[in-house]
């Protein structure tokens, strides 16, 4: 099914690229897709076999800490955990230079 599948797409598109209009331009795309597709596919998945060959099978997942005392930008970080956990909205707000999350909501 996924063969008849593609071969009514390449069918479907040598129909378009046979179409009277000046479709110069249109044979380049396709040409042109037909060879950078398959490429960058090709170099993906050698990309990802040489990380499985280099790393292993992934067994678990990685464990990250939960201190959040800083963010990406540097900025410290004032929360209350507990509160936010239950929390339906969260209001993150830049007060001074520091990040504030709060509860807000009913």
Request: hydrophobic share 50%; glycine share 8%; aromatic share 10%.
């Amino acid at each position: 099914m996924l063969l008849a599948g593609w071969a009514g797409f390449v069918w479907m598109w040598f129909r378009v690229a046979a179409r009277p209009w000046d479709s110069g331009d249109l044979v380049v795309l396709i040409a042109g897709s037909l060879i950078a597709l398959p490429t960058v596919t090709l170099i993906w998945v050698v990309h990802n076999i040489a990380l499985h060959r280099r790393k292993g099978p992934r067994s678990r997942t990685v464990l990250l800490p939960a201190d959040y005392a800083k963010d990406w930008n540097g900025r410290e970080v004032k929360a209350d955990w507990s509160a936010l956990r239950t929390a339906r909205i969260v209001i993150i707000e830049v007060v001074d230079g520091d990040k504030h999350y709060r509860a807000a909501g009913p």
